[in-house]
């Protein structure tokens, strides 16, 4: 190797460290601009209005789950904030149940198993019944107690087989599937 050339990799081994690193910013810039973490909004907090149409989108640069307190603000402001105080509330909520999922060993053939649980985590010391899951088309290739989570119809899932799951409970159950389904509480009785 004559010494042109070691020159010529010493310079071009920075420069393409730079482009790489340039390429890998402006790539990520425009990943994060697509999917709307860029929007930003500034705006005081008192401005901001509650919409009721639920199609109407929030463009301002807050969480969607954040919650936001008015301190001596309107009354009419006040009166359509919802209760905040859930600890003192005698009512159950589709909130207090938890559904949380892993994955777990794979069955001897291979297929991915999940472990399913749905806690009950009512404050007010509450049994929740007829506690339906929105679960799709839920199927498992392991047979699961139809008496502890069974599927209705479509996106349609009972637990417990409807029964009361008192508080601090725990149901928990396993599926095996090629994929995990998403589940989320759809409606309870209390």
Same mark, same amino acid.
Do not use: F, H, V, Y
């Given at each position: 190797m004559s010494f042109e050339s070691s020159i010529r990799c010493r310079i071009n081994a920075p420069l393409t460290v730079v482009f790489s690193i340039a390429l890998l910013l402006i790539m990520g810039i425009y990943t994060v601009s697509d999917h709307g973490l860029m929007k930003f909004t500034f705006s005081p907090v008192s401005s901001v209005k509650k919409s009721t149409n639920s199609?109407?989108?929030?463009? !301002?640069f807050y969480s969607s789950h954040?919650?936001?307190f008015f301190i001596g603000g309107k009354e009419e402001e006040q009166k359509n904030e919802a209760n905040t105080n859930r600890?003192?509330?005698?009512?159950?909520?589709? !909130?207090?149940i938890v559904i949380s999922q892993g994955q777990t060993q794979p069955l001897p053939n291979g297929i991915p198993t999940y472990t399913v649980e749905i806690m009950n985590v009512c404050v007010a010391a509450c049994n929740i019944s007829r506690i339906h899951v929105s679960c799709g088309w839920f199927s498992s290739a392991r047979l699961i107690n139809p008496h502890v989570f069974k599927r209705l119809h479509f996106n349609d899932c009972l637990v417990n087989d409807g029964k009361p799951l008192e508080y601090g409970y725990t149901i928990s159950f396993q599926y095996a599937n090629t994929y995990s389904y998403p589940l989320s509480v759809s409606s309870i009785a209390c």
């Open positions: 199609t109407a989108q929030n463009n !301002s954040r919650k936001l600890i003192w509330d005698d009512n159950c909520s589709e !909130s207090d």
